[in-house]
C-alpha cells in the first residue's frame, strides 16, 4: 500500500503543469517597451495605455481592456528584426550611450564641486557652507537616479534587440 502511494504521489510531483503568468506590456514616450508583473510598477502617464499579457505553454495573447483576447499570429520573417532598420537600432543605442555618458560627466562634475564644498566647510564652519552642501549632495542624488533611470532604459532595449533577434553588430 505505501508503495502505491508513493508511486501516485511521484506521478502527481513529476507530472508537468501548464505555466501561466499574466504581465503587463507599454512604451514610453522614447519607443521603448517595458513589461512589468505588476501593474502598479507602470508609471501612471502609461497605464492607460498598458496591456495584459497572458503568458502561457501555448501561443501568446493580448487581453484588451475590455477582456478580449486578442492572439498574435508569428510574425513574418521578411520583417526586419523589431520592425525597424539598421539605421534605427544604431541610432537609439548610439543616443541613449551619448545621453548617459553626458549624465555621467556631469555628475562626476558635481561630485567634485561636492568635494570642494566639504573642503570649505572643515575650513571655515560656516552655516551657509553647509546649505551649499546639501544642495550640491540632492543633485548628485537626482543625477544618480537618473542614471539609474537611463541604465534601465538600456538594457530595455538590449531587451528588446535580443528578443526581436537584432544582430549584435547593429547594437554597437
Known amino acids: 500500500m505505501k508503495t502505491i502511494l508513493l508511486s501516485l504521489l511521484m506521478l502527481i510531483l513529476l507530472t508537468p503543469t501548464v505555466a501561466r503568468a499574466a504581465f503587463y506590456q ?19 502617464q502609461y497605464r492607460e495605455k498598458a496591456h495584459r499579457v497572458d503568458v ?10 475590455g477582456n478580449e483576447v486578442v492572439t498574435r499570429p508569428a510574425p513574418p520573417t521578411t520583417v526586419e528584426p523589431g520592425g525597424h532598420g539598421e539605421s534605427w537600432w544604431r541610432e537609439r543605442y ?5 545621453e548617459l555618458k553626458a549624465l555621467q560627466d556631469e555628475r562626476a562634475g558635481k561630485e567634485q564641486q561636492l568635494v570642494e564644498l566639504r573642503r570649505k566647510r572643515t575650513i571655515f564652519q560656516r552655516a551657509r557652507d553647509r546649505a551649499a552642501i546639501n544642495t550640491m549632495e540632492a543633485q548628485v542624488s537626482t543625477l544618480d537616479a537618473r542614471i539609474s533611470e537611463m541604465l534601465n532604459r538600456i538594457a530595455a532595449l538590449e531587451l528588446a ?10 547594437r554597437q
Do not use: C, M, Y
Request: aromatic share 6%; charged share 20%.
Open 161 to 170: 534587440a535580443a528578443q526581436a533577434g537584432v544582430p549584435v553588430e547593429w
Open 56 to 65: 502561457s505553454d501555448t501561443a501568446p495573447a493580448v487581453v484588451t481592456p
Open 26 to 44: 507599454w512604451t514610453d514616450a522614447d519607443g521603448v517597451v517595458h513589461f512589468t508583473d505588476n501593474r502598479s510598477h507602470i508609471p501612471k
Open 94 to 98: 548610439k543616443s541613449l550611450r551619448t
